[in-house]
């Protein structure tokens, strides 16, 4: 037993050793591949502000935009803490940690090279790994420094769906595939001027701040996850009905929704790249109001079914109105963000429920989050499309949907787009967690799921001094 | 002798505490427990999901009294922690052999 035990590590040692070899083989490629090219551009800026000085406000602008993305990485931690139980606390802060910073790190090596790199055949940029050669510049340091807070947005979504079960080392893994591939190609489709943005329907698929880019690809990797992970232990009862396994704590989901919040305050109007675009405050206007429609349709929904003011749901339903927004944000106005943002909570709740009936647990509801309202987010971009801005320009021409006489092309560029990146960030996402199963097993042994993992994965239990008792819904 | 487990509600332990003091009952054991009667706990909701509270908690007061003082004893527990809605809790009188002050060796009723 042991020694079987023991070969198999080796093997997987092994193979792990090959694998960093490989990764060391294309870096050492990637290198060489960039000295022989270019002169820098201007890494001090002084040239930057000298040709246009309005660039000063563009910059600030974008950086604090940037910051406020980076601090949804605490609300995500936060929610998702608070609907989890107190035995797995210290796992998801790990989690939430390590994913912003495998990401960070793997985007500047080689996800922002594919994302926004010199395009090849409109399938995937090739230049500017490790941000080094022309990419020295302060115009590209700008646009890393905004892209990666969303790669890790992207990235951090999936650790609520695999909570609670996931091996941590399978979790950086992952961390590492998402940021370096996975988020930036089909980035790269949508923004860095892939085949997804030249559809010859409407103009192009067009996705604002990123609905489906960031969104729909964190949702589906979510499911694909927790599909090939399977449910908790508890989640369902003999009889296969779902139960309710309560998070530890309603004021930290709370606190994550309201920084959330406050961070896609960067996440949308920053999504201009220029504060010169004075459309920012018709954008943040639409976040907010289709985050509040969000919650108040999931409260209304909820309360229908059960009769209580459901606040886990709520929560959900805020989030659902800033998902769904995402994308359409810039081309429509205020009584759209708030009628797309009724229909994101309503989706929410009924998807979070249907999917849960359907034997899918994904504790914190981040498929139907992400996932459902990224999918509403780009097709409501083609119904509601007002006419008053361009293609990620106020210049004409300008964005028409169905609702303002646009006729169908845009919505049949936004509806393959969001079809494209199911299948896209799914597919990958099976494969990706069905192989790490097969090579090193992705789900925590029994007996450590049920004592939590934080003390068995990281030796440390989140509220030392507090025992706790757990209660498992009938 | 009697020992009296007086098993009351959280929010009513102050109270009761205070009107055993009046009848000149300053000292007690208490323990912080959880569990239900017949109620059978709490349906609470997550998510759009009922589940059960099956376990309450509640404060158990544990003291040793004279059989003449037993009868108020009890009606002033009971006075001061009812309001009449299930979970109020109960109290159980149980016959106590003896009791030993460590201090100084006394036994029965002058140790208690």
Known sequence: ?474 | MKKIEAVVRLEKFEEVKKALKDIGYPGMMVTRIEGHGKQKGLVQQFRGREYKLELLPKIKIEVVVKDEDVSLFVETVVEAARTGEVGDGKIFVIPVEEVVRIRTGETGEVAI
């Open chain 1, 1 to 474: 037993m042991k020694s079987l035990r023991g070969e198999k590590l080796l093997r997987g040692g092994l193979r792990m050793g090959k694998k960093a070899l490989l990764l060391a083989i294309l870096i050492a490629l990637l290198f060489l591949g960039v000295s022989g090219a270019v002169f820098a551009q201007d890494p001090s800026g002084a040239k930057t502000i000298k040709e246009n000085p309005g660039a000063a406000v563009d910059y600030v602008w974008v950086l604090v935009s940037a910051f406020l993305v980076f601090f949804m990485q605490a609300g995500f931690a936060m929610v998702e803490a608070g609907f989890c139980r107190a035995k797995n606390a210290t796992n998801l802060m790990m989690k939430n940690l390590m994913d912003f910073a495998m990401g960070s790190l793997a985007y500047m090596a080689v996800g922002f090279a594919f994302m926004f790199g010199k395009d090849v055949a409109g399938f995937i940029g090739s230049t500017g790994w490790f941000l080094r050669g022309s990419d020295y510049d302060v115009g590209r340091y700008l646009l890393y420094m905004f892209q990666v807070v969303f790669a890790a947005t992207a990235a951090t979504i999936v650790s609520g769906a695999v909570a609670e079960r996931l091996k941590f080392k399978a979790y950086l893994i992952y961390s590492l595939v998402i940021s370096a591939l996975i988020y930036p190609i089909y980035g790269h489709w949508v923004w860095g001027g892939g085949w997804l943005s030249n559809l010859p329907f409407g103009l192009g698929h067009l996705d604002f701040a990123g609905s489906g880019v960031v969104h729909l690809v964190g949702g589906m990797v979510g499911l694909a996850g927790a599909i090939v992970l399977g449910p908790r232990f508890g989640k369902y009862g003999k009889d296969g009905k779902p139960r309710a396994i309560p998070g530890h704590s309603i004021t930290l989901a709370a606190l994550g929704v309201f920084i959330l919040w406050f961070g896609w305050f960067g996440f949308n109007p920053g999504s201009t790249l220029s504060a010169h675009e004075l459309r920012i405050s018709v954008i943040a206007v639409n976040t907010n109001l289709a985050a509040a429609a969000g919650a108040l349709a999931a409260l209304a929904t909820i309360y229908l079914k059960t009769k209580k003011y459901d606040i886990g749901m709520t929560i959900n339903g805020a989030l659902a109105g800033l998902v769904a927004i995402t994308a359409p944000c810039a081309w429509v106005e205020a009584w759209a963000a708030v009628v797309i943002g009724l229909i994101a909570g309503v989706i929410v709740v009924v998807g979070a429920l249907a999917l849960e009936n359907l034997g899918v647990d994904d504790p914190v509801g981040a498929v139907s989050v992400h996932g459902f309202n990224g999918i509403w987010g780009l097709l409501s971009l083609g119904l509601f499309a007002d006419g008053t801005y361009g293609n990620y320009t106020t210049e004409a021409p300008h964005v028409i949907g169905l609702f303002y006489g646009g006729g169908f092309g845009q919505l049949i560029a936004q509806a393959i787009g969001a079809l494209v990146c199911v299948i896209w960030a799914f597919g990958l996402g099976f494969i990706l967690f069905k192989a790490m199963d097969k090579l090193i097993g992705i789900r925590v042994p029994p007996e450590e799921e049920l004592s939590g993992l934080d003390v068995k994965e990281h030796g440390t239990a989140a509220y030392p001094n507090f025992p706790y008792v757990e209660e498992i819904g009938a």
